[in-house]
């Protein structure tokens, strides 16, 4: 009985009706802020869609709001056209830590250039890799021989895209430029990425249910990005191939210092 007293809860009341307590602008220029815990705020930026303007503008809210090294923000968690603020509300009360992000996200939607700093890194890819093929055959085994994406992702891509044949998928793969809209789509800093232009997108569905096994450096598609396994494990993203190793796990690179 003793045990359960100090583990029982403590009941707050609060004037909260909704998780939403910001909504600002329209469209494109939209931003709500929605309550996820009692540590954390959910910016959602645009409508739920692909748009590289939305990308760009979370990105820009984000720098903004590390700039201003704020007393109780302990880490900031962008996504695709989201950005996760966790914070500490006996520091920086929710009420102030609004406040600041509307302001922000004015002086981000008058910004009529928005640059950032970027790289361009070429990637080999080891097209329809025997890796891949092994990881088919274990879901086929152990998951769903029927699936319609087996035996082969890149057939099935090709027909859900309304492409000629495989040699189409391989020319647009390889074709693209991508880019990489965030890290950590599934562990270890996978990169998440789309070609910058519309005709290289091919767009799929992900397995269901997902596979038990991926091989490390996988490459796949599922929705209308692109994402690489930084290691082994479950998965989804209909495969195309493999690549150079993605995560460091001696970190041992100069990415790691500091």
């Not at 583990?7 to 220029?29: K, Y």
């Not at 209909?238 to 041992?252: D, E, I, K, P, S």
Request: aromatic fraction near 8%.
């Amino acid at each position: 009985a003793l045990f359960a007293s100090k583990l029982a809860p403590t009941t707050m009341s609060s004037s909260f009706t909704s998780p939403i307590v910001l909504d600002l602008g329209q469209d494109d220029t939209r931003l709500v802020a929605r309550l996820a815990g009692d540590t954390h705020l959910l910016l959602e930026i645009g409508q739920p869609e692909l748009d590289l303007v939305l990308r760009f503008r979370g990105h820009a809210l984000m720098q903004a709001l590390e700039a201003k090294q704020l007393d109780g923000v302990i880490d900031l968690t962008p996504g695709i056209r989201s950005l996760q603020v966790h914070y500490q509300p006996e520091t920086l009360a929710l009420e102030d830590l609004l406040e600041i992000v509307a302001g922000l996200w004015d002086a981000v939607c008058a910004a009529q250039d928005l640059k950032v700093p970027s790289r361009i890194v070429h990637l080999p890819l080891s097209w329809d890799d025997p890796a891949c093929q092994l990881a088919i055959e274990k879901y086929m085994t152990t998951v769903r021989k029927d699936a319609p994406w087996c035996p082969s992702n890149l057939e099935f891509i090709r027909r859900i895209n309304d492409l000629p044949n495989l040699e189409a998928v391989f020319q647009t793969v390889f074709d693209a430029s991508y880019l990489v809209m965030g890290l950590g789509d599934v562990y270890l800093g996978a990169p998440v990425a789309t070609p910058l232009d519309p005709r290289h997108r091919l767009v799929t569905t992900k397995y269901n249910p997902a596979r038990t096994w991926t091989a490390e450096n996988s490459v796949g598609i599922g929705g209308a990005y692109m994402c690489i396994y930084g290691m082994e494990g479950p998965g989804g993203y209909q495969f195309v191939g493999r690549t150079l190793q993605m995560w460091n796990r001696y970190r041992a690179v100069e990415a790691f210092g500091g």
